[in-house]
């Protein structure tokens, strides 16, 4: 009998904050350019004062990826915690809005921790720089995992920023125990190169003991496994793992698996933020799994949906992806 | 000397939240199309239950105008209410990010009605639906109003949606006052035919005894004097108050003063969503108007702030304004 869920996601459920923004302004404001920096209430409340008018769009990594697979009509659901606020209202009905199961039970609307938001500065070089602050979203924890519905799923796709969360580690091992003992597969993306640096032993455990599918782009892969050049990294990689899905930016992907490498172009028309891009690849590429496409196929699903979301502001599919895997002659 | 404010607003404060739809969604869900229609707390509900995921983006109609006054650098105020929560701040910093002045203190976290939003459906042809759910906006009222501030106004900008408030009747009445007693102008739009119809007898009173600039579309224009011809209400309205702008869409605008009409040709390059096309016209052809501009460039100046809101989904600029107008040899 088919599982009910092709793909669950687990990650922070975060409402993004977009404003564009001069590159001056991220040097006046201590803002790295082109990473994720964690902040805290004090801070967000500092930089959301000194940013221009913004809008609202529903983000969050893992979040974004099974908005596009849903968008794409596979059967999926996410697992993240907000709070009942009118943040969380908003993300909640997104994610449904979308097609995507969401049930987690939200912290009661006199705790302390607010619905995450991330405020997204894009410059005018389409770059987008990410000042998290995660709020409730931080204290995923194993009570969040359902193991029924873990144990129906697929595919896992893990969210790598959660290794910032000390709770989390245990809401992975949870969910990867019930989905991989009932016959599942687990993937995860290393999220960001930073990321990686803080938490390197568990990824490489993790990765190791877990992961059939890992998701990075070059930079996360040279922090994840250090090597004079980008092949060589991959192979390391591919030596753990059944497949490897790496993003390189303008060229495309490589999508290594027993032992063969493909290389799929990249699809962007025109380049607006670039917020979300990792994100869409990871949803292409599952949509193309779970339905059984070959290798090369997943990744250029993966760089076309990447390239819809980098085409205009938010993270979240505004065109529609299925149409435009026909168009290209991949549906 | 100087007055602090160029232009000062008053009108609904709300947070819009934006979805494409079908036409079929809006014939499904009782929607009536290319209009405002009020609804109460169950109603907001149930229907953004229904809607697909939405974006977040600050709008109320004066507060556009507002907003689009600032970010051509003009000196403003907006007057609305919101509530301290997480909407409300969204609201508060948009207005203040984008330059304009926002002092009114917000309902507490407690009170029962939240900030207003409107929910915004836009169909594949651009046009716009709109939802209201007023919240705390609605009881904008006298205790509003600081004379100090409307008599430090050289306008005043008067949104007409909120006639459907008993309170604001005389919070209008008060700010004119205090204006119009400091030797001030008063403006308003006449925002929807059908809150021109349901308040037909108070905007008669208001336009004759204190309006001096009116702004309207055609379909509000035709609810206010009704003549067989355009030509015939505009000249109407014309011997009533000193200046009518007029929008005609896709037409552009006419403008009437002094016995002499002008047309000031559109000025919109694609046109995405309709959203807030009446509110940046008023808002560039305020900024003509309170920079001694002529009647023809006032209108132009308008015309292109209308072009580039279309544009894009939202209501608030995105574009540099000023720039636009440098393009188009207006500044």
Redesign the interface.
Known sequence: MAKKYQVVGIGNALVDVLA?CEDQFLADNGVEKGIMQLIDTARASEL??M????????GGSAANTI?GIAALGDRTAYVGKVKA???GD?FE??MR??GADFEVPRSPADAVD??GRCMVLVTPDSERSLNTYLGVSEHLGPDDIDPAMMADAEWLYLEGYRFDGELSHAAFAKAIAACKGAGGKVSVTLSDPFCVDRHHQAFRDMIRDHIDLLFCNEHEMAAMYPADTLEESIAEAASRVEIVACTVGAKGAYVARGGETVLAPAEASKVMDVTGAGDLFAAGFLHGLVNRRDMMTCGRMGCVAAGEIIGHI?A?P?ADLGALFKEKGLE
Not at 51 to 58: D, L, T
């Open positions: 564009p959301y004062g940013m221009g008018p913004a809008k609202e769009v529903s908005a606020d009118q943040l908003i009905h997104d809005a979308q607010e619905t938010g979240r505004e």
